[in-house]
């Protein structure tokens, strides 16, 4: 059973930053992409970033410039930088890996709250 585990939420003020990480229980090979979602109260989930096989990756534009992922094959996880954080940044964050196979995987979320 392939279990996705993130960390790095919780408050913080307008302008800050923070680093969301999400560590893959599963296999590190034949993945297809691993990234970000998020989810506001009311309304559906979105893409945020994602890095597909070979390192290509994808932005949302309400985060280009302010949004940095990675990934470390050899610890199975994928990273989000957020920096000048923003009240409309607040939602559950979810991470995600899609295999090759087709198999996809969530997590449980994380939630970021961005609150003077």
């Known amino acids: 059973q392939v279990q996705l585990v993130e960390s790095g939420g919780g408050l913080v003020q307008p302008g800050g930053s923070l680093r969301l990480s999400c560590e893959n229980s599963g296999s590190s090979a034949n993945i297809h992409v691993m990234g970000w979602h998020r989810q506001a109260p009311g309304k559906q989930r979105e893409l945020v970033a994602e890095i597909i096989s070979g390192g290509r990756t994808n932005y949302a534009p309400f985060v280009k410039g302010r949004v940095a992922i990675s990934r470390d094959d050899a610890k199975n996880t994928v990273d989000l930088e957020v920096n000048n954080l923003k009240p409309g940044d607040t939602a559950v964050y979810y991470c995600?890996?899609?295999?090759?196979?087709?198999?996809?995987?969530w997590g449980q979320g994380t939630q970021v709250t961005v609150s003077s």
């Open positions: 995600y890996v899609a295999y090759r196979s087709g198999a996809a995987y």
